[in-house]
Structures are given as structure tokens and as C-alpha cells.
């Protein structure tokens, strides 16, 4: 197996857990047709204001969302505390464009780092370099206002130094005002003709402050300052082996959805089956990664039926199999075909992607397994070893009623 590269932060928890919960929620869940509505139409402060002044999430219930997240198997969570259109969720000292003074009036991230501790899950805060909101972040190559006419009148008296401090405030705030953060998620630099990068953002200065407030915060790969990075975070793809930088092995995790936005979309149509649900968790611990998957709240406060319908998928699956995920990570075995396989010293576990009929063969290291059975209900299963040391494990012909069936192979000692 791998070994990752030594990382600043505490990680140790982070590849036992395996499983979180991120949450994508602000003001773009009005509008309700992606989080980044304000730069794709590209809209004026004054266009995107009516969801400033209405937003109010009457039937906001954390405890609802740390419950589903809970039964999901789901371990830690990271939340938005400022995406790209600058509104904040907590009560910061530096903005009035804040939560506390929507209609809502009150602290929301307060009340979500609550709820989320309160059953044992370890707390994460996502937030956003940039900022379409602030009067001081350039209109750049990818602001909201990069195609307006007169761009360079609205870029006078800008001054990145003066936003550097903000941010700087801002994460002091998130990371003294609310106990022991696991995480921060920082998002995102594009350097180069245009852009940001890690002289833009002080990342070095970023860094320092955010491990001198939280000296074991995991700190993510986004900052573009490679040394600052304890995770690497590959979005909306599933690598198709461990992840390397520079050649070695790392901690890391995939970041995913649902559907195919990160916030609320109303009218979206590419919800993943729930096969997909499981096998991209299955196919990220058998590469030796963890699986971040997002949820958009409604603007009403709530996670809508298709999303608590995909964490209802994850509940069933993890309630009899998440033994083959905490604590799991890539095998130094071959899989089988059609399967994946996780390890936990030796314990390995087959997960059977597309069932077979009546046999299931595992090569190479036959002689190793000493005994075998389905995760789901404990029920044995009968194998033979042959002369080239291919097992060949005896299933039932009608493939038992959960989603990837897992068969856990207790390993005799090499």
C-alpha cells in the first residue's frame, strides 16, 4: 500500500472517517439555477440584491441536516461559510453583506457547527477567495462584470492589499469565534494573465494565520502554494488510481454532487442513480481517497426530496457496510472482475459492482483467505482454492437485495 507524504495538519482522523458531507448554501439559492448565477449571467450588485433583501430560510433545521448526514455514514462536514458572490453566513465584524442582516436576522453557520458537533462529526469551513461583492476585488477574468463596457472605470480605486486584509479578518474570525475547526477549504486561485494566485491571495500569509489559530486544521491544495497543502481535492471526476503529486503518493480527496451543481437548482435533471452513488464511494476508498459529497439547501432552509432521497441511499448501503469503508483504503491486491477492493489490515473486502453468476473468482492469493462471507447479513460464503491459487468463492445465484454486495475475506498472515 501507499504511504502519503507526511502532512502539516492532523490527518490521521480524516483517513479513518473516509466520508463527509460538503454543504453549498447562500443567496444563489434563490434564484435557484446554479452558485454561480451571478458570473454566468453576468449580473450588476444591483440585480443580484433582490436576494439579499428576500432571503429568509423559515424552515432552516440543521439538526435535520446533521441527522441525515449522521445516518448517511457521513463523518465530518464542510460548509460555505462565503462563496464567489462575498455573502457571508455568520455575523461578521468586517460586512454588512451577512446573514444577520437578511430577513433571517440570525448567525447560520453558528447554528449548523452546532448541530453537526452535537452528533459527533468533525466541522469544516469552505471559503472563497474570491469575491464578486466586495469593492476591492478586481474585476478580473472571471468577475461577474469581466464583459461590462466600461470595466476599467469600475476597476479604479480598487485595492487588492485592502482585500487581502479582509480575508485575513474574516478567517480569524471563522477560526477563533466557533471551537476547534478540523478543516478549512479554501477556493479557489487561477493564476497566470488575469487571475489570482498565491501572491494575490498573501497564501503564505493565509496559511501561517490559519495554523496559528488551529494548529491541526487540515488545510486543502487551493491556495497555490504547494508546501500549505495537507489534502488534494480532484472535483467532479474519479481518479482512476492513487492520487501522486510530484510524483508521490498524497492525502486526498474527491469532491462531488448529486446532480451536477453545487447549490439549490431547481430544474436540474442529471440526478446520479444509485448505483453511481455508491460505486463513487466505493471506487474513491479503493484508491485510497475520501469522498466530500455536497448538498444545496432550498432557499427555504431545506435539503429537497431527491437530496435526502441520495443520502437515504447512502444510509441503507453504510448501516450494514460501512465496515468496508472507515478506516479502508486501496489493497495491494489485483480486484476481481467487475469489483473493488478495500482494505483494513486483514480484513479485505470484495465490492461487487456487477453481480455474476455463481461464482466470484479472486486470483493470485487464494492461499491467504481463510475464511469468507457477505457484509451485509454475515452469511458464509463457501470457496475452493485451485493449483494456480485462485479462489473461487460459491455465491447465490440471485444477487441479495443491497446495492454492490460486499464480501469481506478474512486474510490468514502473509
Request: with cysteine; aromatic share 14%; proline share 6%.
Amino acid at each position: 500500500m501507499y504511504q502519503p507524504k507526511p502532512t502539516k495538519g492532523k490527518t490521521d482522523w480524516f483517513v479513518q472517517d473516509r466520508f463527509g458531507m460538503f454543504i453549498h448554501w447562500g443567496l444563489y439559492a434563490l434564484p435557484a439555477r446554479h452558485e454561480w448565477v451571478k458570473q454566468r449571467e453576468e449580473m450588476t450588485d444591483e440585480q443580484y440584491a433582490p436576494y439579499f433583501k428576500y432571503f429568509n430560510p423559515v424552515r432552516f433545521d440543521p439538526d435535520r441536516w446533521a441527522d441525515l448526514a449522521a445516518a448517511a455514514g457521513m463523518k465530518y462536514m464542510v460548509i460555505t461559510s462565503k462563496h464567489h458572490d462575498g455573502f457571508c453566513l455568520w455575523d461578521s465584524q468586517y460586512t454588512d453583506y451577512k446573514a444577520t442582516n437578511t430577513p433571517w436576522g440570525g448567525d447560520l453557520l453558528k447554528e449548523v457547527v452546532r448541530a453537526f458537533r452535537e452528533r459527533g462529526l468533525k466541522v469544516g469551513f469552505y471559503y472563497s477567495l474570491i469575491d464578486w461583492h466586495h469593492p476591492d476585488f478586481p474585476v478580473d477574468r472571471i468577475h461577474a462584470q469581466r464583459n461590462h463596457p466600461e470595466r476599467a472605470r469600475l476597476n479604479e480605486g480598487r485595492e487588492m492589499s485592502r482585500y487581502r486584509d479582509y480575508m485575513k479578518n474574516q478567517v480569524r474570525e471563522l477560526l477563533t469565534n466557533y471551537g476547534k475547526i478540523d478543516v478549512i477549504w479554501y477556493d479557489f486561485s487561477y493564476p497566470g494573465e488575469g487571475g489570482k494566485g498565491r501572491d494575490d491571495w498573501d497564501s503564505e500569509g493565509l496559511e501561517a494565520l490559519s495554523r496559528s489559530l488551529q494548529p491541526d486544521i487540515i488545510i486543502n491544495n487551493r491556495l497555490d502554494l504547494p508546501s500549505s497543502a495537507d489534502i488534494y481535492t480532484p472535483e467532479q471526476f474519479q481518479p482512476r488510481g492513487w492520487v501522486h503529486v510530484d510524483g508521490e503518493p498524497v492525502v486526498w480527496e474527491t469532491c462531488q454532487t448529486f446532480s451536477g451543481s453545487w447549490g439549490y437548482h431547481r430544474d436540474e435533471a442529471t440526478w446520479k442513480s444509485p448505483g453511481q452513488l455508491i460505486r463513487m464511494l466505493v471506487n474513491t476508498v479503493a484508491t485510497g481517497g475520501n469522498l466530500l459529497m455536497n448538498v444545496g439547501p432550498t432557499a427555504r432552509g431545506e435539503l429537497d426530496m431527491r437530496a435526502e432521497a441520495a443520502l437515504g441511499v447512502y444510509r441503507d448501503w453504510m448501516s450494514q457496510h460501512g465496515e468496508a469503508i472507515y478506516g479502508c483504503t486501496a489493497s495491494v491486491h489485483k480486484a476481481p472482475q467487475d469489483c473493488r477492493l478495500t482494505q483494513n489490515g486483514d480484513r479485505l473486502y470484495a465490492h461487487i459492482f456487477a453481480y455474476p453468476f455463481k461464482h466470484l473468482h479472486i486470483d493470485g492469493f487464494g492461499d491467504r483467505i481463510d475464511y469468507a462471507e457477505f457484509l451485509h447479513d454475515g452469511s458464509e460464503i463457501h470457496f475452493s482454492v485451485d493449483e494456480e491459487n485462485t479462489a473461487r468463492l460459491e455465491l447465490p445465484v440471485v444477487q441479495p437485495p443491497v446495492e454492490a454486495p460486499v464480501v469481506k475475506l478474512y486474510l490468514k498472515p502473509a
